[in-house]
């Protein structure tokens, strides 16, 4: 991606200096060369007039500047240096951090910083300079469970920016086409769209088709990069302003890059046309769109802050725009280069910069489930987070895509150890869990050792565990799976939990607590409390015994036939709500037709059972007369009693 990358740094960051007066001819060319961006060129001879022993601020400034924006960043170390330690007292701010940038890429984070607090004594409003003095992470911790692949399709060119429509791969990379331009910029050949059917794809491997070129209507003489699938017909994509056979330049003649729509049917596309927003005054690229096709996401030097910022734009059901570009906000924009969007199924927002706390050169970052807090009271809650190594590096590294929940995905960057200019990467992360079980008493969570654990997955057995005299077990599950863990063990009722395990690499707890199946009881204890029952609930203003209620009498029934030499007193209560004569009587009533129901339907004898209503009079909380509490609160004095007594 150099060329579009550099391409469009360029449109949004350099600033061509006046007239000034050269050292000799050679450095009046380079001038020339620098200013129509032919980079590739005039580095070499700024570079041969330094070595010469020439100097000025200007030649320094071009010179550190050509190498930087070419990525040659320890070169341009070199020549920031001359320039800072010459001309300090009057080179722009921006020198001092583009200088702590190299120092970055180089890996020295001490220095860099040193130099970013001097920026920071000149530009104390720098939203770069704000993320510098916020962030903060390990420079050298790196996810081990993250694996990178360079892609086969890389050339030793500048391959760059994917997207995956329907298990194809689509990228740019220089022109293969004979009559293909040279870009004069790195004397490459300009952009295409490839595209590359994905064969299989999962943890730690791909396997890709033949690549071969996109639509000769999408394909210009002009570079195109970064399409994006709005559905199986539409198509956006970034190229140079250059549409119906005509280039569209700015007021200082600079053709601009903008986004383009096109319809494709298999081998039948319609010409590509500029989308609502197209203005040749400015750069708009990289569009992509959110998860309900309601928002199309883009970069842009629209506002005139950053060198690039990111808006949204609103989008009807056909993909035509339907409102005004909105900035994300200085959350999101700094001073410096926000570019290459990308909004997963889940709504976090992946973008690059080189502005926010990084490794140096461009970072890839996330703001958690942004698209759903945009334009809420939530979006003063984002915060921008570094992806770390090895997603980052102290180089390029942007166009971050993923797929399957965030465990697979492809990035683009320059890094050191690349086959080109940019290389394409395919991640995936190797998503494993471990889970810490116990097994306990539900009564009283005293330990339960020996315990037998079985191990579901998707209703399968696959093992069976045993808790040690700790009651511990452990299991190493996977990421994105649904488990289900049974405990048993003799004189207990099995409990059982389910996981459902994330996209991360994490350590889960599960804890199953094993009900006593033969429970100890003493005179004066409740069966309602033995057995758990239900509320034994009655309809408004009556006695009968309703379905419901049946079945937890019945269980009541079954421990008197079980236990023949105990009997059991009933006790009936109320709430306050009603008067006090009116709540005793319906206590009564319903406590008469529980006793009776147990005598008819279950044949106890009726010497082993007996009870009252006490209405309202023994209530277990403070809502009595006149208290104003809540249904749950006066649930809790509507109940049934069961008291074990000895005949």
Not at 133 to 158: A, C, H, M, R
Not at 516 to 525: A, E, S, W
Request: glycine content about 6%; charged content about 25%.
């Amino acid at each position: 991606m150099q060329k579009m990358k550099n391409l469009y740094y360029t449109f949004l960051t350099l600033v061509i200096l006046g007239n000034v007066h050269s050292q000799n001819s050679q450095l009046n060319r380079a001038r020339s060369e620098y200013e129509q961006l032919y980079y590739v060129k005039s580095s070499d001879i700024f570079l041969k007039v330094a070595e010469k022993g020439f100097k000025s601020q200007e030649l320094f400034e071009k010179l550190g500047n050509a190498l930087y924006f070419n990525n040659k960043m320890e070169e341009a170390n070199k020549w920031y240096g001359e320039l800072l330690n010459l001309y300090a007292a009057t080179v722009e701010p921006e020198y001092l951090y583009r200088y702590a940038m190299t120092f970055k890429f180089m890996g020295n984070y001490t220095e860099a910083n040193a130099w970013l607090d001097k920026f920071e004594a000149l530009k104390k409003e720098d939203l770069r300079i704000k993320s510098y003095k916020e962030g903060s992470f390990d420079f050298k911790k790196e996810d081990k469970d993250i694996t990178l692949i360079n892609l086969p399709v890389n050339t030793q060119y500048s391959d760059f920016g994917s997207s995956v429509h329907k298990n194809t791969l689509y990228y740019s990379s220089p022109s293969v086409k004979e009559s293909a331009k040279e870009y004069s910029w790195n004397e490459q050949k300009f952009l295409d769209i490839f595209s590359v059917s994905i064969k299989e794809i999962k943890v730690g491997e791909i396997l890709l088709g033949k690549p071969k070129g996109y639509f000769t209507d999408i394909n210009s003489k002009f570079h195109e990069s970064n399409i994006t699938y709005f559905n199986d017909t539409l198509v956006y994509f970034t190229r140079n302003n250059y549409y119906n056979n005509k280039r569209h330049k700015d007021s200082k003649r600079t053709n601009q890059l903008t986004i383009l729509k096109a319809s494709v049917r298999d081998t039948v596309n319609i010409k590509p046309l500029p989308i609502a927003i197209d203005n040749k005054e400015y750069t708009i690229a990289h569009a992509v769109f959110n998860a309900q096709k309601s928002r199309m996401y883009f970069s842009s030097d629209l506002s005139g802050r950053g060198k690039s910022d990111l808006f949204y734009v609103a989008l009807d059901k056909n993909g035509e725009i339907t409102g005004i570009p909105v900035n994300l906000g200085v959350k999101i924009n700094t001073e410096g280069k926000e570019c290459f969007p990308y909004v997963s199924e889940e709504g976090d927002l992946y973008f690059s910069s080189d502005g926010h706390y990084g490794f140096g050169g461009l970072d890839i970052y996330r703001v958690a489930l942004f698209d759903k807090k945009v334009n809420s009271a939530a979006a003063e809650t984002i915060v921008v987070e570094n992806l770390g190594k090895p997603f980052n590096s102290a180089s390029d590294d942007f166009a971050f895509i993923t797929l399957e929940n965030g465990n697979l995905g492809f990035l683009s960057s320059n890094r050191k150890g690349g086959k080109g200019d940019d290389d394409i990467y395919f991640y995936s992360r190797k998503c494993s869990a471990t889970l810490s079980g116990l097994v306990v008493d539900k009564q009283t969570q005293e330990i339960i050792p020996e315990a037998t654990v079985n191990v579901f997955v998707d209703g399968v057995l696959t093992q069976s565990l045993t808790s040690d005299k700790l009651g511990q077990f452990t299991y190493p599950v996977e990421c994105n799976s649904k488990y289900l863990f049974k405990g048993e063990k003799e004189k207990y009722l099995p409990d059982e939990k389910n996981l459902v395990t994330g996209t991360q690499s994490l350590s889960y707890d599960v804890k199953l607590e094993l009900e006593q199946d033969i429970k100890p009881f003493r005179l004066g204890d409740d069966v309602n409390q033995i057995l758990d029952l239900g509320i034994i609930y009655f309809d408004f203003d009556k006695d009968d015994i309703r379905p419901d209620a049946a079945v937890e009498l019945q269980k009541v029934i079954e421990f008197l036939k079980t236990y023949p030499d105990f009997k059991i007193t009933v006790n009936s209560h109320t709430d306050s709500r009603g008067s006090s004569a009116y709540n005793l009587k319906l206590s009564r009533r319903r406590n008469a037709s529980t006793i009776k129901y147990i005598i008819e339907v279950g044949g106890i004898d009726p010497s082993r059972i007996d009870g009252n209503g006490y209405g309202e009079s023994m209530l277990l909380n403070h809502c009595s007369d006149g208290v104003k509490c809540t249904d749950a609160e006066h649930q809790v004095n509507r109940r049934s009693e069961f008291i074990i007594n000895k005949p």
